[in-house]
């Protein structure tokens, strides 16, 4: 480390050049302070010395959660310790992506609950829910300090200028409280009540709402296109930004910000749904537009550009908007709408499907445990495939109807395969050659469908019902291994893998030794296995003196003992094919397809052979047994074999 924690700091500020910073707020802090009844809350950053991975290479780095007030930014910052360079910005702004433009009141007359803080005073604050839900306004301001409160002389809040929208942001947040608690037992979006703060009527003709891991913000628009931005589904669409941070932290770039963008429309229409069951449809902010055409459509995504099918139509590959956050949550919301819904179709990439709807409550219990159980910050569309279907196998069972339609309906997006009974038993081990005894092995399990196994070593020893089973070979010999495996709806099927596994440990050699009288060469003789190593330690380790029959001592003046040992070598590496014909069979459209291989000493990967059913880039990856990347390249593939 070179850079001082103040010196990092500086780079970073020079980069981001602020004209205001929040620390600079003391009004701002002091009321935070308040809000949040956090006599120690500050903006101010204070740098963390962390390991940062970028582009196959590890810095040490100072992580910095810069906030700035003009203009609006908010991003851990990392700054390289040794060089001062700005290494990335984790934008830490979660935007609804919608202008507005007038005041509206979107939901009719509805009951919230409010304060009373002196005689005939009432504001929109209230300690029920949690550790409270408060509405402020800015006044048309940016600095939070000077937030006030709406208040009125009665309960009855009958406004219905400029401030009638405010009613919104509380109800709004109060329904949203309410949904997470009612379906999912959850205290407010950290699960230990916190506070849901809404401030409305940031700035001047700002079209747009954001969370920004504190509180919602919400604009009054633009003034042409848009109404201000309180409505329902967007309350609940910030508000769901701060579940994610608190649980799965989706990371807001690429598929993972698309997945965090997408939850957030998931869960702000399953809210307005459950708030307003005779006022909801499937668009987004439609409240807020002029024809109540909405921003994004999860029941068809394309009206907005937006792609229905992963890597289909309208995919964004471009570096715009976090990489296409908004665009890409489109497969992901069509999933869900799926989900809900059911439907019937066939996507961009030619796939027919049949989704049955499973209905709001099972498709939200599942989409729910996957973002707050089983997400992590780095989940994209591959992964979240194979965690929500754990998660509905977590609630449902293993065979459930739920399962099958959430596998279908990723199928129907172009995420992984259409649910299948039939089971395809299958497994690799780590290595299948050993020279020495014990030989422990790892057996990994690929088996699609299954639900319990038997394997059968081959050597006599007692039957395994482990998933990934390490078995322990002690003698020599060639041994089959055969895997049973039982599925859904009885479904049974197994592989057998013939002479398999090899334990060929090779026999002491036979040595003749040699004599003489005085000092002087002698010859020295050994038959065994392969190639025989000499040594002159009894441990057979380190640099051999000699490989081969016939050893030829230096000129020795004293008995002196040498070590013979018989070797056996194992091919470099196992796993890999040992052909370049390319088999018949469908394309995989995600990256679940892979060659796995187990390196055993230094070698060159020198080709791989890839087919292609459309022209383009591909991404090609080479990673390591903890599933890291060693390596990428980026290459354009013709259609066929490259």
């Excluded at 747009?208 to 669409?237: E, K, P, Q």
């Amino acid at each position: 480390v070179v850079l001082s924690e103040q010196k990092a700091l500086q780079k970073a500020l020079q980069k981001i050049k602020a004209t205001k910073y929040k620390w600079e707020n003391k009004e701002e802090e002091a009321h935070m302070r308040e809000a949040l009844n956090d006599p120690n809350f500050s903006y101010a950053p204070k740098g963390q010395l962390v390991l940062f991975q970028k582009n196959e290479k590890v810095y040490f780095a100072y992580k910095f959660n810069i906030y700035a007030e003009v203009p609006l930014y908010k991003a851990n910052v990392l700054v390289d310790a040794q060089t001062g360079t700005i290494l990335e910005e984790e934008n830490q702004i979660c935007h609804a992506d919608v202008p507005g433009t007038a005041v509206t009141k979107y939901s009719g007359v509805r009951s919230f609950t409010v304060d009373n803080f002196g005689t005939n005073q009432y504001r929109m604050r209230e300690t029920g829910r949690g550790n409270g839900v408060r509405t402020y306004n800015l006044n048309n301001g940016s600095n939070y300090g000077a937030a006030t409160d709406f208040t009125n002389t009665t309960t009855s809040w009958t406004t219905t200028g400029v401030d009638q929208a405010a009613a919104d942001a509380h109800w709004g947040a109060e329904m949203t409280y309410d949904y997470y608690l009612s379906a999912h037992s959850r205290n407010s979006i950290d699960g230990a009540g916190y506070n849901l703060l809404s401030y409305v009527h940031y700035n001047t003709n700002y079209a747009n709402a954001f969370w920004d891991g504190t509180r919602m913000t919400y604009g009054d628009g633009n003034g042409s296109t848009f109404t201000i931005l309180t409505a329902l589904d967007v309350c609940g669409h910030e508000i769901t930004h701060g579940l994610t941070s608190n649980t799965s932290n989706l990371t807001y770039s690429n598929e993972s910000g698309a997945l965090n963008e997408s939850y957030s429309d998931i869960f702000g229409n399953t809210i307005e749904n459950f708030a307003r069951p005779t006022q909801w449809s499937w668009k987004v902010g439609e409240d807020m537009t002029p024809g109540n055409n909405g921003i994004r459509n999860m029941s068809n995504p394309g009206l907005f550009a937006d792609p229905d099918t992963y890597l289909g139509t309208n995919w964004y590959t471009g570096t715009a908007d976090n990489g296409g956050v908004h665009t890409n949550s489109g497969v992901s919301n069509y999933w869900y709408y799926l989900l809900v819904n059911g439907g019937t179709g066939v996507n961009d990439i030619s796939n027919s499907y049949t989704v049955t709807s499973i209905g709001w409550t099972a498709a939200a219990r599942i989409a729910f445990r996957a973002l707050t159980v089983y997400y992590t910050p780095s989940t994209n569309y591959a992964q979240a495939r194979n965690l929500s279907i754990q998660a509905a196998k977590d609630l449902y069972g293993n065979c459930s109807n739920e399962v099958v339609q959430v596998t279908n309906a990723w199928y129907a997006v172009g995420v992984g395969p259409a649910y299948s009974y039939s089971i395809a038993p299958n497994f690799v081990a780590n290595s299948t050659s050993f020279c020495t005894v014990p030989a422990t092995i790892n057996f990994s399990n690929t088996t699609g469908n299954g639900l319990t196994y038997q394997w059968n070593f081959g050597d006599g020893s007692a039957i395994s019902t482990a998933t990934n089973p390490a078995h322990t070979y002690t003698a020599n010999g060639t041994y089959t291994v055969k895997l049973k495996a039982v599925g859904c709806l009885s479904a049974v099927d197994s592989i057998i893998k013939t002479a398999y596994i090899t334990i060929n440990t090779p026999a002491n050699p036979v040595t003749t030794g040699a004599s003489r009288c005085g000092s002087g060469s002698v010859n020295l003789a050994a038959t065994g296995s392969s190639q025989l190593y000499w040594y002159t330690s009894p441990t057979g380790t380190g640099t051999p003196v000699f490989i081969g029959s016939n050893y030829s001592t230096p000129s020795l003046s004293t008995t002196t003992s040498y070590y013979v040992v018989s070797t056996a070598t194992n091919a470099p590496v196992f796993g890999a094919p040992t052909s370049t014909n390319i088999g018949s069979g469908g394309n995989f459209n995600t990256n679940t397809a892979y060659d796995v291989f187990d390196v055993l000493q230094p070698c060159t990967l020198k080709t791989a052979v890839m087919y292609a059913s459309t022209a383009g880039n591909r991404t090609i990856e080479l990673r390591n047994s903890a599933n890291a990347v060693i390596t990428s390249t980026v290459v354009n593939l013709a259609i066929g074999a490259n």
